[in-house]
């Protein structure tokens, strides 16, 4: 199969291409470098033994992406390009409602011009809201959305279903695959490649690591006084080799399969800040310091997925839990101290 990344010199993306490499598949990725550094790919490279085809691009550019996909005409397309920082969003939403919708748009203009058929999405558990209980199953209602990252989604989605639904049952039907993420951590077991925020990490795990590696002081835990076995919020967080490997498995579904499908990938297993905190602390063999501050505007309390669906419609189910996770974090930060920056 032949594949196109967008923004797969991100964290996910690149991840993804090596198992899409690995799995056998051709990946060509497009990429403006906003947030990643293409020195991610030569890793890629390096880790699978093969070649990428890599176009610097903005996905939301129609005449290059024509371009782009008129030479590679790929099987199916993993749309990953978007701005993902959520406080961010908060502060600059025309700019995330611009890019994140505009590169769908355009997609899906070209996918129509070129007869293109496949595109796997990343959504989020965003999408979920806050007035679903956890485990959360891919039939629950959407949410209402606490910022303008995750209306992106939510809008993102279903701009992509009704796209499908002007099609269906016609010989140019999508295939359209919606993958809401949890909690996305870790890194590939090569410590190659890995996440590499820019400036202050505003999610858990790379501010933990960034702690443990010395370049933090210590971690500021976002509430104890939650209604939790320690009083700190849970996630799903997911392995991104783990989560990788659900893409591999989702694009492989889309080619067989016309439709809209939403899939969780998740493990279905809720860990809190605090087992977070410790199980890092084992991995990289010193305590991680933290110390209790007031909670963060905008968390829910508790997210987690069910993940039967993706088990019993792709075959696919997380296999690596948080002592790997840690593990594998840890090999990439200790390794990479200032990440691709070095
Ligand atoms: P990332 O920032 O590492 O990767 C996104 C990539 O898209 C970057 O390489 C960036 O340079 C590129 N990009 C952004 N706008 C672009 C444009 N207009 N044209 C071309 N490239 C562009 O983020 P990630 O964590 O790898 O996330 C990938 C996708 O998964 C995003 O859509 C994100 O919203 C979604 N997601 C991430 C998480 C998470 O926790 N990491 C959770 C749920 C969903
Ligand atoms: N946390 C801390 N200290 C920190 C950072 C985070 O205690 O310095 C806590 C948060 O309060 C939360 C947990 O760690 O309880 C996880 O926080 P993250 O920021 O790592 O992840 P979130 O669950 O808040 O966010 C993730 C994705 C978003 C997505 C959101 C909702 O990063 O893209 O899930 O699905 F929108």
Redesign the pocket.
């Known amino acids: 199969m032949k594949t196109l990344l967008?923004?797969?010199?991100?964290?996910?993306?690149?991840h993804t291409a090596v198992a899409m490499l690995d799995a056998g598949h051709d990946v060509a990725v497009?990429?403006?470098?906003?947030?990643?550094s293409p020195e991610?790919i030569r890793r890629v490279e390096e880790i699978t033994g093969r070649k990428v085809s890599l176009y610097e691009?903005?996905?939301?550019?129609r005449s290059r992406m024509m371009e782009i996909l008129r030479a590679e005409m790929p099987d199916c397309i993993i749309?990953?390009?978007?701005?993902?920082a959520v406080g961010e969003s908060v502060a600059m939403p025309v700019e995330y409602y611009r890019?994140?919708i505009?590169?769908t748009l355009t997609l899906l203009e070209c996918m129509k011009e070129l007869g293109l058929t496949n595109i796997v999405f990343?959504?989020?558990?965003?999408v979920y809201g806050e007035d679903n209980i956890p485990p959360f199953t891919e039939n629950m209602p959407k949410g209402v959305c606490t910022n303008p990252?995750g209306w992106?989604?939510w809008m993102q989605e279903q701009i992509l279903r009704d796209a499908w639904f002007a099609g269906a049952g016609s010989e140019k039907e999508l295939s359209v695959v919606l993958l809401?993420?949890?909690?996305?951590?870790g890194a590939h077991e090569s410590g190659l490649i890995g996440?590499?925020p820019q400036g202050i990490p505003n999610?858990l795990m790379p501010y933990i690591s960034q702690v443990a590696v010395g370049r933090r002081d210590h971690l500021t835990v976002f509430g104890d006084d939650y209604d939790t076995p320690d009083g700190t919020c849970r996630r799903d967080y997911i392995h991104v080799m783990d989560l990788a490997e659900g893409h591999v498995r989702a694009a492989e579904y889309s080619l067989g399969n016309r439709g809209t499908e939403v899939f969780n990938l998740g493990t279905g297993n809720p860990y809190s800040v605090l087992d977070m905190v410790n199980a890092f602390g084992k991995a990289c063999g010193h305590p991680v310091k933290y110390e209790i501050g007031p909670r963060r505007a905008g968390d829910v309390q508790d997210s987690w997925a069910n993940a039967d669906k993706a088990k019993e419609v792709l075959g696919w189910e997380a296999k690596r839990g948080i002592d790997e996770i840690c593990r594998d974090a840890w090999k990439w930060q200790s390794g990479n101290p200032q990440g691709y920056g070095e």
């Open positions: 967008t923004g797969g010199a991100g964290y996910i993306g690149s497009a990429d403006n470098y906003y947030n990643s991610a691009a903005d996905v939301a550019d749309h990953f390009a978007g701005l993902k890019n994140n505009d590169t990343s959504s989020s558990a965003t990252y992106t989604k809401r993420y949890f909690n996305p951590v996440e590499d999610n």
